[in-house]
């Protein structure tokens, strides 16, 4: 090999392998205590900097096991020397060949380097833990918000029509679609933009507990009574890890009520504006005050079972605010899912008591109340690159559920000889929903949803169906307008079905963060 050569391979290992040997220097365990830095300016590591929660009981403290230790700095006592170069003859005897003076000070300088990267990068390690010592109770905080603007358009036949008397007639001259007076001082409008919610969300979670607050600044909205409070969620909720796959939270307050999964969807997450109509006339507000246990195992969330007990006077009913309990007695609760691949199951059960209040008698009676469900999700990506397919439906089998606040007449009545039993009503309820995402910004989805408040009235339903589209924006913005038609031919024991036809057209600009 010619010396021309040879000095190229030479110079080319040594560039090669000097940053190698640089980085391959041990660097000290967490368990030994760092050398004093490097450089000028760099501070002593704050007493337990380096004391992180070993692998083995980590999950007990997610927060800390996943910071990692501060790298303390590089302990050197003499540069790393390289033999590149030592078996070159030299020119002139005793004298250090040039291109080992050349490697020799390429390997000092890269060395200086690393260790300047090295000490800058502890003092950085440093300088943050510092800063989240400062933020104290803040990092542990979140604050969500979300608004949603709607423009709403609804129409409807005779039968429907706001303007309709008691005679079941228009009067003379007036349409099922004008717009007349009320006694109220509102008008029988059905076009209108609005604010549909306009929630502040908070989370303050650590590694034994979480809060969530929720509320709305619009305390009136959407197809129920106006409830009197823009309190929406006020979660307390302690934390129990049992060992890495497995936790228990136990919340009091006033949370969504975990009868079924459309319960459990919150309103920022789900694409349809509204919730079923078996929800909006069981469950108003979907909220309740009481205690519940939530278990989540086996690969993160696999099995999830929920217990709870509530009060069974839900958020939106009449005088919540006022009494949120009219009976001593709790309603109790049982909720589990399990996940199989892509496919999740699950089923729930409701059991507890309802009442009766005649303020003009001053009678009070209580009854029995129950419901069953159950449910199934899929969602696998059928059309490949695409996007992801869901489908999803919910059959629901209940007695006495009905909370009153649409149909005045689908709860039980006091009957004639008091100490009677109330008749039941029995409800049944079923919905299927399936979505399609095209590629990331766009969703378009249907939704069937039946609701019947009494099985022993034949044609006595509400069936609706929903076509929706979803533009999303960007991970803060997205758009969704849903077009929907609903018959209704819910009527009391004795009357004819009235065939109510709606059809409504929701526009609704969601932006959050």
Do not use: C
Request: glycine share 8%; net charge positive; proline share 7%.
């Amino acid at each position: 090999m010619s010396t021309s050569r040879a000095r190229f391979a030479l110079l080319l290992s040594a560039t090669l392998l000097a940053p190698a040997r640089a980085l391959a220097q041990p660097v000290p365990s967490a368990s030994t205590p760092a050398a004093p830095p490097a450089g000028p300016g760099v501070s002593e590591p704050a007493p337990g900097a380096n004391d992180t929660p070993g692998s083995e009981d980590g999950w007990k403290s997610p927060a800390r096991a996943a910071d990692p230790p501060i790298l303390p700095p590089p302990i050197r006592s003499d540069p790393p020397t390289s033999s590149a170069g030592t078996d070159l003859a030299t020119s002139e005897p005793g004298a250090t060949p040039a291109i080992v003076r050349s490697n020799r000070e390429s390997e000092a300088n890269e060395d200086a380097r690393v260790r300047a990267l090295e000490a800058r990068v502890s003092a950085d390690e440093q300088r943050i833990q510092k800063l989240e010592g400062r933020l104290g109770f803040l990092k542990h905080l979140r604050l969500e918000s979300f608004i949603q603007p709607q423009l709403l358009v609804q129409t409807y036949n005779t039968a429907a029509s706001p303007n309709l008397q008691p005679n079941g007639e228009l009067p003379i001259g007036i349409g099922a679609n004008d717009t007349t007076a009320k006694l109220d001082g509102t008008t029988t409008n059905g076009t209108f933009f609005r604010v549909r919610r306009a929630r502040m969300r908070t989370f303050y979670e650590t590694d034994v507990m979480k809060m969530f607050l929720q509320i709305d600044a619009l305390p009136v909205g959407g197809v129920g009574p106006g409830i009197g409070t823009i309190l929406r969620n006020a979660e307390a909720s302690g934390i129990v890890r049992w060992s890495r796959d497995v936790r228990t939270e136990l919340t009091a307050g006033l949370f969504f009520t975990p009868f079924r999964a459309e319960l459990l969807e919150a309103s920022v997450n789900r694409p349809f504006i509204e919730r079923t109509w078996f929800i909006q006339n069981v469950f108003p507000i979907e909220r309740d005050y009481g205690a519940k246990a939530r278990t989540i195992a086996l690969d993160g969330d696999r099995l999830v079972v929920e217990v709870a007990a509530v009060n069974g006077q839900r958020l939106g009913e009449r005088n919540f605010v006022a009494l949120p309990d009219l009976n001593r007695s709790k309603d109790f609760i049982g909720y589990v899912t399990y996940r199989l691949g892509f496919v999740t199951v699950g089923a729930s059960g409701y059991l507890g008591r309802g009442q009766i209040v005649d303020a003009e008698a001053l009678r009070f009676k209580q009854y029995s109340r129950w419901a069953v469900n159950y449910q199934a999700t899929a969602a696998y990506r059928l059309l490949g690159g695409i996007g992801e397919s869901r489908l999803s439906s919910e059959l629901t089998i209940a007695r006495n559920m009905d909370a009153g606040v649409i149909y005045p007449f689908a709860v039980p009545v006091i009957p004639a000889r008091f100490s009677d039993d109330v008749a039941h009503l029995d409800q049944r309820a079923l919905y299927i929903r399936a979505e399609q995402d095209i590629k990331r910004h766009v969703t378009l989805g249907y939704r069937y949803d039946m609701y019947t408040p009494n099985t022993a009235i034949k044609n006595n339903a509400r069936d609706t169906h929903a076509f929706l589209a979803v533009w999303k924006v960007s991970p803060n913005l997205r758009f969704m307008s849903e077009l929907g038609w609903a018959i209704d031919n819910v009527h009391p024991l004795g009357a004819p079905a009235p065939s109510k036809h709606i059809v409504y057209f929701s526009n609704v600009l969601q932006a959050m963060f």
